[in-house]
């Protein structure tokens, strides 16, 4: 790979910033021919490969597979001293995230995108000063730059990550053993990935969320199945109260509650979300906004205030996902070269959330869509009645599908796909489709599901939303 240290050149773009949405614009960029430069501080990859996503995703799939073989009697399968090695665990975590960033290396230096190591600030439009450390560094020009560099965990007032008892994400994956037991402060996506895997690798959880139900934003019945899950396999959820603030005990760490209750723990996790990282990346004189929490402000288009210079990713006030920085990094390139683009319909991202049971959904909540006004026909198919969902021994959950009902009492669009159960991650590009697509059910319901499988609850929804469904009736 063409990496360099003080490398100055000029480009047609330089991405500053080496996650997703900067080696996305990079890698798109340079394949569409344009001359391109990213600058990194660590490692190619970013959060999301290195301390975010794909390491929090091995480790949950550690505790899926410690899950699946404490169940093998269930099948009869005998097992015998099953235990859990955590640290065989991070070697294999270390090994899935090295494979992926060296494959990720390779790609860039096949696409002849030149790698410059080093803190990446935007001094002039068109200009990226590189420094290092108290070096002076070098000075990279561009007609067209991406500001790309990312997030950082969020703290609490009160309880700021120590490394040793209270943890942030960065820190959980890290970790050498499981604690006995560990208070989860959040109940949003991260929160409960990280409650669920804990309770499954073997600790006591207390999983604490401040509003009044777990994963804000998520369809509220998804929300119930997920909380319900958790209280039967032990976890204790606390809803509707905050944190006042920490003090070491005994124990571990003591944390005070807003209604006056404490809750003791070996180590607390923080996981109340992500700021933006902005902090040193823009000089005054380059034009470009900041709001007062650390967003780079862009327009549907991901421009800034001053020509040439956009930003996208976590850097950006838009939903924190790997896949939504791919997206507005794509939208970046197109119009650097002048191709037909369109802005990224923030309403109908696919999300996924990879506790157990897991949760994934596209488009509007029926609440929401309700609230818009509209006139809405919903159906949901349990996975209590699919045959794969009973081979496997996973049953919680359902798919739910808001369409929305046309004047002449059939449903329209699709408006929105929210599932809860085994492996509705991988069943969710579908629903994407559709819903992107404005596919009525009508439409959609023709359309064969192989069985047995997991996705046919998605293709029985359908066709009850059609009006006749082969074990659903058709909503009323």
Sequence with gaps: MATSEHGDGEYDLIA?????????????????????????????????????????????????????VSRASEFGIGVQGTRLDFGASQVRKARVVDELFRGLESLLASRKVTVVSGFGRLSARGVVAVGRDAEPGSELRASHVVLATGSAPKAIPGLEPDGELVLDSDHVLELSAIPASVAVIGGGAIGCEFASMFCDLGARVTLVELT???????????????????????????????????????????????????????????????????????????????????????????????????????????????????AEAILVVKQILGEPAEPVDYGKIPWCIYSEPEVAFAGMTEDGARRSGRDVVVVKDSFSGNARARIIGETDGFVKVVAERGSDGAPGPVLGVHMVGPWVSEQLGQAYLALNWGAAPAELAGLIQPHPTLSEGYGEALMALAGRGLHLDAPR
């Design 16 to 68: 500053v910033g080496g996650g997703p949405a900067g080696y996305a614009a990079a890698l798109y960029g340079a394949a569409a021919g344009l001359s391109v430069a990213l600058v990194e501080s660590d490692k190619v990859g970013g959060t999301c490969l290195h301390r975010g996503c794909i390491p929090a995703k091995e480790l949950l799939h550690t505790a899926t597979v410690l899950r699946t």
């Design 212 to 326: 009044p139900a777990l994963l804000p934003g998520a369809d509220r019945e998804v929300a119930r199945v997920v909380e319900r899950a958790f209280t039967k396999r032990g976890i204790e959820v606390r809803t509707g109260v905050g944190v006042r603030g920490a003090k070491r005990v005994a124990a571990g760490v003591s944390i005070s509650l807003d209604d006056g209750s404490e809750i003791e723990s070996a180590v607390a996790v923080v996981a109340v979300g992500r700021r933006p990282r902005s902090e040193g990346l823009l000089d005054e004189a380059t034009g470009v906004a900041v709001d007062d929490r650390g967003y780079v402000r862009v327009d549907e288009w991901m421009r800034t205030g001053t020509e040439g210079v956009f930003a996208v990713g976590d850097l950006v006030d838009t939903p924190q996902l790997a896949h939504v920085g791919f």
